[in-house]
T-cell receptor
């Protein structure tokens, strides 16, 4: 069965510090991978998605970046965190073309980031 | 520009009664719709979905209705249980493997 891991679960970082959040998926190959952020009072905002190694699409301009160094690894980074980067970060995966074309995204447990 | 809207930030119902969660969308290219349930500090979990070729999909206590002409979908939970208390997100896709989410509705089911 497939599982998705995110770490750390919780992170408190000072403004201006770097960030690295990691997401890994097990039990599948060639998934699409996604990074979302849920900020206070807002829904789930898609930040980045990747359809393959080294392929990153950015949805929202910001000081964050993403990388996919391996098929089942997705990393969210920042060189300098802002207060507005605080939120709940979620990684998700999907296998395109499965389930008779009815795709669903499966989410990881999330990382709660607080920037002070 | 919010393409998926959940206009009710919260909803409170009695145990055993029906919960109706609503969602509106503006993008006529959306052809696949999903509902996710989310508990605090956890990732969302998939609940039920419907494609644009259908107007109803049922799974146990959960039914999703789609009205394409009105660009409206709703989730019915019958009967509601206290364990259903969570935030419910509506999401839509253009079959391009990207989902656009609404802001969510907090459902509270009172015993």
């Amino acid at each position: 069965s497939q599982t998705i891991h995110q770490w750390p679960a919780t992170l408190v970082q000072p403004v201006g510090s770097p960030l690295s959040l990691e997401c890994t998926v097990e039990g599948t190959s060639n998934p699409n991978l996604y990074w979302y952020r849920q900020a206070a009072g807002r829904g789930l905002q898609l930040l980045f998605y990747s359809v393959g190694i080294g392929q990153i699409s950015s949805e929202v301009p910001q000081n964050l970046s993403a990388s996919r160094p391996q098929d089942r690894q997705f990393i969210l980074s920042s060189k300098k965190l802002l207060l507005s980067d605080s939120g709940f970060y979620l990684c998700a995966w999907i296998l395109p073309g499965t389930s008779d074309g009815l795709e669903t995204q499966y989410f990881g447990p999330g990382t709660r980031l607080l920037v002070l | 520009d919010q393409q998926v809207k959940q206009n009710s930030p919260s909803l409170s119902v009695q145990e055993g009664r029906i919960s109706i969660l609503n969602c509106d969308y503006t993008n006529s290219m959306f052809d696949y719709f999903l509902w996710y349930k989310k508990y605090p500090a956890e990732g969302p979990t998939f609940l039920i979905s419907i494609s644009s070729i259908k107007d109803k999909n049922e799974d146990g206590r959960f039914t999703v209705f789609l009205n394409k002409s009105a660009k409206h979908l709703s989730l019915h939970i019958v009967p509601s249980q206290p364990g259903d208390s969570a935030v419910y997100f509506c999401a839509a896709s253009e079959s391009n493997y990207k989902l656009t989410f609404g802001k969510g509705t907090l459902l509270t089911v009172n015993p």
